[in-house]
């Protein structure tokens, strides 16, 4: 579809032709009719698909037709608003008098001040700095009829989630505003999201990244939470790869794990969406020219990571969102490639593992280290343990500051039936997928953990928890004596395996 084709101004197409677009792009054909009607959208298409200027073409040529409201694209990141704002000047090539600000942190407040003070017709920014100028009452949100969340899977990663409660609970309501969502993925808390502040949007998936899942080469091992690192050493040891990359679903954990990598003499570093630009193109490259082989990422670093002959990635957590699991191990296998992907299932993270099989419509293969003579490899780093000087750097920024995430840890998941018996294990070895996921719910009390499902009338702004909604056991205290013993089932289980093999 050409541009020409679409119900665009005169104007709007100038400034279409300066940016020297002709062809729309998958994306803008399919969402720019809609968005073009007033209507909201929640749009999922990889980056570098031209979603920029669907909202910005929707926002301008609305301008055209009504030069009252004004509009509000808010981006993750300062590197993203100074883009958006480079794009809208181009764009906007046909309306002379179209005033865009940008808006982000980092820097002074007087000369964004200044263009407030003018008024404008597109404020674009930052969550943080565009909050700041609502306390001072120098932007009022409710002067805007069109709202752009830009890159929203991205503001969750960097716990922008309160930031964004706070700007939409001083608009104007939904049913009086145009509100579009762009992202590369729709993972479920962006789709809550959507269901809680936008009218009726319609979703929209374009060009869906398409992994093969049956190139890679999938395994997953059953490890308990504190035997889990030196799992992964026995699997390095014995994989050896060249190039590894290693998901942890907590920015802490990312560090801990990058830490202890180096501690047992591992090239390793750590890779987070909130690092700063630079030092995450550094880290990049090393990795790309050959020089890091292993990086620890949490998911947000996954997102349009492109490293070619990627040979290993290891979920040291489950992912908590099924389809996080694709994009993770879909980062190896790339262009036709094979490549494997290394699960270890704790019992922290166990519950998102019937999703994703349910998800990926296979079962992931289990193996048991003694089965595949995985050697036990000392552990340099025992003991350590690292913690984030800030506890708000461990998952969302503001929610920390409220008392009742003390008990929302996920270590702290009440688990309620009864330790499983030592031979279970054994057992566990020869069952099917099905039989395992049975065995675990009886054993756990777990319902397995679909996503909720939302909508439009009991969709409510999640005030008090921002935080994804858990599988909740059955109410019975664990007491200090069942966890120790399961615990030390799982232990023994996976030492002894190691040990067995040890002594030939
Ligand atoms: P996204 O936000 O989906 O990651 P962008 O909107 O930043 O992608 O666009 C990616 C690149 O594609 C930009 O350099 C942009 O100028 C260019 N682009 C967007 N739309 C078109 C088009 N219709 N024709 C040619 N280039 C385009
Ligand atoms: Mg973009």
């Known amino acids: 579809m050409r541009f020409s084709e679409l119900a665009l101004s005169e104007e709007v197409l100038s400034g279409v032709e300066k940016a020297g677009y002709s062809e729309c792009t998958e994306v803008q054909a399919k969402v720019l009719p809609v968005t073009l009607q007033g209507n909201d959208v929640m749009v999922q298409s990889k980056t570098g698909s031209g979603k920029t200027a669907v909202f910005l073409l929707t926002i301008l040529e609305k301008h ?17 608003a100074v883009q958006i704002e480079n794009d809208a000047k181009i764009l906007s ?19 964004q001040l200044e263009e407030l003070s003018s ?67 729709l993972s479920t808390r962006v789709r809550n999201l959507a269901w809680s502040y936008m009218n009726n949007p319609e979703e929209i998936l374009v060009q869906p990244e398409e992994i093969t899942v049956s190139k890679i080469e999938q395994e997953l091992f059953h490890v308990t939470h504190t035997e889990k690192f030196g799992l992964l050493l026995s699997i390095l040891a014995k994989e050896k790869p060249e190039s590894c990359l290693i998901f942890t679903n907590m920015k802490d954990r990312a560090v801990e794990v990058a830490k202890r990598l180096q501690m047992n003499g591992y090239k390793a570093a750590y890779l987070m969406g909130d690092m700063p630009q630079s030092q995450r193109l550094k880290t990049l490259d090393k990795m790309k020219s050959g020089n890091l082989p292993i990086l620890v990422a949490t998911d947000v670093a996954a997102r349009g990571l492109q490293i070619d002959d990627l040979q290993l990635v290891v979920n040291y957590d489950i992912p908590e969102d099924y389809e996080s699991y694709v994009h993770r191990i879909g980062r190896t296998a790339r262009a036709g490639k094979s490549g494997k992907a290394i699960t270890l299932a704790c019992e922290e993270y166990i519950y998102g593992l019937e999703p994703i099989e349910n998800y990926i419509q296979m079962k992931i293969p289990v ?15 025992e003991g350590y343990h690292y913690k984030s000087p800030r506890r708000s750097a461990v998952h969302d920024k503001k929610s920390i500051k409220k008392p009742s995430v003390k008990g929302n840890k996920p270590q702290k ?3 309620s039936k009864p330790k499983p018996a030592e031979e279970d294990y054994a057992k566990l070895a020869t069952m099917s997928l099905d039989e395992r996921l049975n065995y ?19 969709a409510k702004p999640a005030q008090k928890k921002p935080s994804q909604p858990k599988p909740v056991a059955e109410k019975t205290v664990e007491t200090k004596e069942v966890k120790a013993v399961k615990k030390g089932i799982f232990s023994r289980f996976v030492s002894r395996f190691l040990r067995r093999k040890n002594n030939g």
């Open 64 to 80: 055209g037709r009504n030069k009252s409201g004004a509009a509000l694209v808010v981006a993750p990141t300062r590197e993203l």
């Open 93 to 111: 090539a046909g309306y002379p008098d179209f005033r865009i600000g940008c808006f982000y942190g980092g820097v002074g407040y007087k000369d």
């Open 119 to 185: 008024g404008l017709d597109l404020y674009v920014g930052t969550p943080g700095r565009l909050l700041d100028f609502a306390k001072s009452s120098k932007i009022d949100f409710r002067c805007f009829d069109t709202v752009v969340l830009d890159e929203a899977d991205r503001m969750f990663d960097m716990g922008f989630y309160p930031d964004i409660q706070d700007m939409f609970s001083k608009m104007v309501a939904p049913s009086e505003r145009q509100t579009m969502l762009f992202s590369a993925t």
């Open 367 to 381: 193996l048991w280290p003694d089965e595949i003579g995985l050697e036990a490899v000392e552990d340099k780093s």
């Open 413 to 415: 998941r009440k688990e």
């Open 440 to 458: 675990y719910k009886k054993q756990y009390g777990v319902s397995g953990s679909k996503p909720k499902k939302v909508n439009a009338q009991n």
